[in-house]
């Protein structure tokens, strides 16, 4: 049984910085994909930025040049580092990953449980 938990969210001031942070557990063979999402209420889910298993990354434009994705494979775990935050960076920030189960040959899509990130002066 594969579970995502995230964790590291919180109130911050415009300018200022929060890391979040996605575990995945249980029996795992290979991640395909990592990616963050977030939705504020009354709004539509949106990719904030993704990581690949070779390591390529991809980020909205929204956040260029201020987030970073990252991973530690031997933790199996990934991250998000959110620098010069904003206000319309407020929203539930959501860890999704595609991951292969061990022994089984197909990928299944895991999200975590959310971590609230409120960005106010």
């Known amino acids: 049984q594969v579970h995502l938990v995230e964790s590291g969210g919180g109130l911050v001031q415009p300018g200022g910085s929060l890391k979040l942070s996605c575990a995945a557990s249980g029996r795992i063979f290979s991640i395909r994909v990592m990616d963050w999402y977030r939705q504020a209420p009354g709004k539509q889910r949106e990719l904030v930025a993704s990581i690949s298993s070779d390591g390529s990354t991809n980020y909205a434009d929204s956040v260029k040049g201020r987030f970073t994705i990252s991973r530690d494979n031997a933790q199996n775990a990934f991250y998000l580092q959110m620098n010069s935050l904003k206000p319309e960076d407020t929203a539930a920030y959501l860890c999704?990953?595609?991951?292969?189960?061990?022994?089984?040959?197909?990928?299944?899509?895991?999200w975590g449980q959310g971590t609230q990130v409120t960005v106010s002066s």
């Open positions: 999704h990953a595609v991951i292969n189960p061990v022994a089984d040959r197909y990928s299944y899509h895991y």
